[in-house]
């Protein structure tokens, strides 16, 4: 198994400008998370999908940033404007349902930087 | 709200120590706990992952113990190494999964 995907690993992007970042889930996977992690903040939560619905939004920090599922084996997580402040690491995760019994499998992030 | 509180922040040990590294969380009501490591620039790898009906599992020189009701988890590293180097992170399931800030680990050779 290839584990979770992300792309672009390294993003720089000028602010204003639009950035999206993509996760392929684990095959098989029907929970997806987007994480954001900062020195400051730790790793905080911004959404996650259960089959592909949006279950829990309420870590997305702004109107600027949207996240959708349209199958089961991709995800977007999308920011419009991007601000230097939005510089951070992204992780995607995915697991097997929200059964609580299986673990978490992260990606290796995608690195943000606003300039 | 779930807060997650790992002590201590920082560790620095020689090689070959037992080490414990310790997780603690507010609301008990947890379905279950997971220990992850992260090296520097990298993502979270699973190292250990409790289930609440369970109290302890392991993983070679690694041993995570879970008391849900006093709300505390232990990371027991046996004989540790320099390869051990990383940042320990422990993670709650409640009705999200919830990060603590993690420990960060030095083993010096």
């Known amino acids: 198994d290839a584990g979770v995907i992300q792309s672009p690993r390294h993003e720089v992007t000028e602010m204003g400008q639009e950035v999206t970042l993509r996760c392929k889930p684990i095959?098989?996977?029907?929970?997806l998370f987007w994480y954001r992690q900062t020195m400051m903040r730790g790793l905080e939560l911004l959404i996650y999908?259960?089959?592909?619905?949006?279950?829990?939004d309420s870590g997305m920090p702004e109107d600027r940033f949207s996240a959708k599922m349209p199958n089961a084996s991709f995800s977007t997580l999308k920011i419009q404007p991007s601000e230097p402040r939005d510089s951070a690491v992204y992780f995607c995760?995915?697991?097997?349902?929200?059964?609580?019994?299986?673990?978490?499998?992260f990606g290796s992030g995608t690195r943000l930087t606003v300039v | 709200k779930q807060e997650v509180t790992q002590i201590p922040a920082a560790l620095s040990v020689p090689e070959g120590e037992n080490l414990v590294l310790n997780c603690s969380f507010t609301?008990?009501?947890?379905?279950?706990l997971q220990w992850f490591r992260q090296d520097p620039g990298k993502g979270l790898t699973s190292l250990l992952l409790?289930?609440?009906?369970?109290r302890e599992q392991t993983s070679g020189r690694l041993n995570a113990s879970l008391d849900k009701s006093s709300g505390r988890s232990t990371l027991y590293i046996a004989a540790s190494q320099p390869g051990d180097s990383a940042t320990y992170l422990c993670?709650?399931?409640?009705?999200?999964?919830?990060f603590g800030a993690g420990t960060i680990l030095r083993v010096k050779s």
């Open positions: 995760a995915s697991s097997l349902g929200l059964s609580h019994g299986v673990g978490y499998t």
């Open positions: 999908f259960n089959n592909n619905v949006p279950i829990d």
């Open positions: 095959s098989g996977h029907n929970s």
């Open positions: 993670a709650v399931y409640g009705n999200k999964l919830v």
């Open positions: 609301d008990s009501a947890i379905y279950n």
């Open positions: 409790i289930q609440s009906s369970q």
